[in-house]
């Protein structure tokens, strides 16, 4: 189903996922703006990931629904409903097999609702998509997936984020960067614990690395303490940065580096907007659906039948990621680093 270019005026994209789903969803709403290119496109999206859809440069304008804080309240819940009808959608979108998205969709009043077709959102939407994934796809076009009834394609999937020139000074003035050595960043932790790796792994690697770059840890406050510990153990040869930047100002210090090491989680994805080399560290999680795909960006992983994992108990042995050991992680960095400077 296509739709005329001048009928479409507004759409929005609802994604009330985290922050790595939300940098996921740049190839199909670029896709969306090549399609509609005067049409106005916003997102909606939790708090927390907010900042990452303010980076995509195909989006207007963010709105954000605190579905565990400030819209658990009907009164300010309808304010949002209220503030989102008078925008007047042609199409609402939403990407998550959650059925609240398609709640909103329809209490907004948009005309055309596309979606999944699980837990009964069906009722909410004019055209749906199977949630049941046969082929197992990058979640970038499964995301895609999601707007085929619009006749909307690309096989551009490549992510982007646009930077703030205030998100850039402010983290000049927080870090202070030398120009001395390559950066190297290290994310250890991801928002699912059986993502992470190990906190030797972590103190061989940054001992290492140490020698020819500048080593960054970077996390949440939360776990200040385990990188205080890893930098600790480490002899102190790198420097924590523990909630101190804001997505942007991550983005922007993310630019300035050479390698990026990660487990799964949204500052991987981030690393891949900006274009910064990535090594992957990956385990439960399914490299087919989540991993890095630029040319320059390396996956470690070991492999297991039960991985990647598929069940929802917690695992008894962690061999995904007990499997990587610290050499592997040390050599395939240097590589990196030195094909970075050739």
Same mark, same amino acid.
């Given at each position: 189903?296509?739709?005329?270019?001048?009928?479409?005026?507004?759409?929005?994209?609802?994604?009330l996922?985290?922050?790595?789903?939300?940098?996921? #969803?740049? *190839?199909?709403?670029? @896709?969306?703006?090549?399609?509609?290119? +005067?049409?106005?496109?916003?997102?909606?999206?939790?708090?927390?990931?907010?900042?990452?859809?303010?980076?995509?440069?195909? =989006?207007?304008?963010?709105?954000?629904? %605190?579905?565990?804080?400030?819209?658990? +309240?009907?009164?300010?819940?309808w304010k949002?409903?209220?503030?989102?009808? #008078?925008?007047?959608? %042609?199409?609402?979108?939403?990407? +998550?097999?959650?059925?609240?998205?398609?709640?909103?969709?329809?209490?907004?009043?948009?005309?055309?609702?596309?979606?999944?077709?699980?837990?009964?959102?069906?009722?909410?939407?004019?055209?749906?998509?199977?949630?049941?994934?046969?082929?197992?796809?990058?979640?970038?076009?499964? /995301?895609?997936?999601?707007?085929? *009834?619009?006749?909307?394609?690309?096989? %551009?999937?490549?992510?982007?984020?646009?930077?703030?020139?205030?998100?850039?000074e402010?983290?000049?003035?927080?870090?202070?960067?030398?120009?001395?050595?390559?950066i190297?960043?290290?994310?250890?932790?991801?928002?699912?614990?059986?993502?992470?790796?190990?906190? /030797?792994?972590?103190?061989?690697?940054?001992?290492?690395?140490?020698? =020819? @770059?500048?080593?960054?840890?970077?996390?949440?406050?939360?776990?200040?303490?385990?990188?205080?510990?890893?930098?600790?153990?480490?002899?102190?040869?790198?420097?924590?940065?523990?909630?101190?930047?804001?997505?942007?100002?991550?983005?922007?210090?993310?630019? /300035?580096? #050479?390698? =990026?090491?990660?487990? %799964?989680?949204?500052?991987?994805?981030?690393?891949?907007?900006?274009?910064?080399?990535?090594?992957?560290?990956?385990?439960?999680?399914?490299?087919?659906?989540?991993? *890095?795909?630029?040319?320059? !960006? /390396?996956?470690?992983?070991? !492999?297991? !039948?039960?991985?990647?994992?598929?069940? *929802?108990?917690?695992?008894?042995?962690?061999s995904?990621?007990?499997?990587?050991?610290?050499?592997? =992680?040390i050599?395939t960095?240097?590589?990196?680093?030195?094909?970075k400077? #050739?």
């Amino acid at each position: 189903m296509k739709m005329a270019h001048g009928t479409i005026r507004k759409i929005l994209y609802i994604n009330l996922a985290f922050i790595g789903d939300v940098l996921l #969803s740049t *190839p199909t709403i670029r @896709a969306l703006r090549q399609q509609y290119p +005067n049409a106005v496109i916003d997102m909606l999206v939790i708090p927390w990931a907010a900042q990452a859809a303010v980076g995509n440069p195909y =989006v207007n304008h963010v709105y954000t629904y %605190d579905k565990k804080g400030e819209h658990r +309240n009907l009164k300010n819940l309808w304010k949002l409903i209220l503030k989102l009808r #008078s925008n007047h959608y %042609d199409i609402a979108i939403t990407t +998550n097999f959650a059925p609240r998205g398609a709640l909103l969709a329809k209490a907004i009043g948009a005309r055309v609702r596309v979606g999944y077709d699980t837990q009964h959102a069906g009722l909410f939407l004019t055209h749906t998509v199977s949630a049941s994934r046969v082929v197992v796809r990058h979640e970038t076009e499964n /995301q895609l997936a999601v707007v085929k *009834p619009l006749g909307i394609t690309t096989s %551009d999937f490549s992510l982007a984020f646009k930077h703030n020139p205030v998100d850039i000074e402010n983290m000049e003035k927080k870090i202070g960067i030398s120009a001395n050595k390559a950066i190297v960043v290290i994310c250890p932790f991801g928002r699912h614990p059986l993502n992470s790796w190990s906190i /030797q792994g972590y103190v061989d690697v940054l001992t290492a690395l140490s020698r =020819v @770059a500048s080593c960054y840890l970077i996390g949440g406050t939360a776990e200040k303490e385990r990188l205080d510990e890893i930098n600790g153990k480490a002899g102190f040869c790198g420097r924590v940065l523990a909630g101190e930047l804001s997505i942007g100002e991550l983005a922007a210090f993310l630019v /300035q580096s #050479s390698l =990026v090491i990660t487990v %799964d989680t949204g500052p991987m994805h981030l690393a891949a907007a900006v274009g910064v080399p990535i090594l992957a560290l990956f385990g439960r999680s399914d490299v087919r659906v989540w991993g *890095p795909r630029a040319a320059c !960006d /390396q996956v470690i992983k070991v !492999d297991l !039948d039960c991985a990647p994992c598929i069940t *929802p108990r917690e695992c008894q042995h962690h061999s995904c990621m007990k499997g990587i050991k610290s050499d592997m =992680v040390i050599g395939t960095a240097l590589k990196m680093l030195a094909t970075k400077r #050739s």
